[in-house]
């Protein structure tokens, strides 16, 4: 069987199938943004994200401070995405013959970056060689209160369904940059047309962990019933969390948010503005569910927005387009084990 077949959360479903743990210690194993460690008074969240040249990023157009940046933001993401706090990240780095030492620290240097703003520290790592060019993994530590910490599992029939910021910017920022590689070849003075659409831009380059969100709704007194962050893209991530709650759901078109250059993006590209705000990826904002009762408060919580509701499973997932029609919800975001050409 191909790899491609399953995809990747196929794969580590057969792979951690039966898997229980055998340490009281271990409060949640694989299927989460984290694991759950219990210690005393509160639980510890682990999480580990593997980052492959040609496969996650291109150096033709990111640079190594951002990417060192992001490559710690995806991880704080995850911790943030079970109502947790990041302390600690351990990095570990294969390097090809073609990096020097300076690329080495341009790329530490965005990570030291990362932690300073989000006062996590660097505790440890290692490093190896690499055949294939720059390999970079990455394990947070976070930290949460027991009964504070929000998984996948917990949306009910009737919850509101909610994300944070706005979607499908990224995507437009790696076909922008995508587009201006192409352009760029065999010209030497190239300038790429980024005017107008820098923020694009950023949200690929650069994104940022939702913390915020996490102190605002701590603040309102909310805790929502699942979360998850946004990396494979809206409908992937909602499907998720349906799967693992065993409801479905119904989200409206004109709900979901979308940022005034992704639109104009979208139209210069010819492509489908909802498609790419649905399954993009790397957008890392927040999406959750709270109870219904919760309506009014999340409606006064800053960046957030209620894009739809939860529904008995047998009802199934499903999107409301503008003239009324229910589209069903598939999961077609970034799948990094999808087959790939050869060469």
Not at 92 to 107: A, D, M, N, P, Y
């Amino acid at each position: 069987m191909e790899i491609s077949e399953l995809g990747e959360f196929g794969l580590i479903d057969r792979l951690t199938k039966g898997l229980e743990p055998v340490n009281a210690s271990t409060i949640k194993g694989v299927g989460d943004d984290c694991a759950v460690l219990r210690n005393r008074d509160t639980d510890i969240l682990v999480t580990t994200d593997l980052l492959l040249e040609g496969v996650h990023f291109d150096l033709t157009y990111v640079p190594l401070k951002h990417l060192g940046y992001k490559s710690a933001i995806v991880n704080f993401s995850d911790v943030y995405a079970m109502n947790g706090t990041p302390k600690q990240i351990t990095v570990s780095l294969g390097i090809s013959k073609r990096f020097t030492v300076e690329h080495i620290e341009e790329l530490f240097a965005g990570m030291r970056l990362a932690c300073q703003l989000y006062g996590v520290d660097l505790v440890g790592g290692d490093t190896t060689s690499s055949r294939q060019g720059l390999v970079i993994s990455i394990t947070c530590i976070g930290e949460a209160p027991a009964d504070k910490i929000v998984s996948r599992s917990g949306a009910k029939d009737t919850d509101l369904i909610c994300v944070s910021g706005d979607l499908g910017a990224a995507y437009m920022g790696l076909q922008l940059l995508e587009r201006e590689k192409v352009a760029s070849a065999g010209q030497k003075d190239f300038v790429p047309k980024f005017q107008g659409k820098e923020y694009l831009v950023e949200r690929q380059l650069k994104p940022e962990a939702r913390r915020d969100i996490i102190e605002e709704l701590d603040k309102a007194g909310i805790l929502p019933t699942s979360m998850m962050d946004i990396s494979d893209g809206l409908s992937s991530e909602l499907l998720h969390i349906c799967k693992q709650s065993d409801t479905g759901c119904r989200i409206y078109e004109d709900r979901i948010p979308i940022d005034y250059q992704t639109a104009i993006m979208a139209e210069e590209l010819g492509m489908n503005l909802v498609t790419a705000a649905l399954n993009g990826g790397e957008d890392y904002e927040l999406l959750f569910t709270v109870p219904l009762h919760c309506h009014e408060s999340i409606e006064k919580v800053p960046g957030v927005k209620v894009i739809g509701h939860i529904t008995k499973p047998s009802l199934g997932c499903a999107m409301i387009t503008r003239d009324g029609t229910e589209i069903p919800l598939r999961a077609q975001g970034w799948n990094p084990l999808a087959a790939q050409p050869e060469g």
